[in-house]
């Protein structure tokens, strides 16, 4: 699986990586993951509040500002 490439589908939407815990680490992987173990999950809402919770102060003013300029 390669990373997700933004097209007419997913514009807007965020991924969250992850490591396949059956798979990490062996010969083999599932329909969900590459070879590497790694996967691309839909980043739900939530969890994107979450992140920019958790950013520095700055960081996150930095992001807001960008936001409220292109509204």
């Known amino acids: 699986m390669d990373e997700p490439k933004p097209d007419d589908n997913n514009v807007g939407v965020l991924y ?23 996967n691309y999950i839909e980043a739900a809402d939530k969890t994107v509040i979450r992140w920019i919770n958790n950013l520095s102060n700055d960081r996150r003013d930095d992001i807001l500002k960008r936001i409220i300029e292109k509204g």
């Open 16 to 38: 969250v990586r992850s490591i396949c815990m059956v798979c990490a680490g062996k010969t083999f992987s599932c329909h969900y993951c590459n070879g590497e173990g790694k």
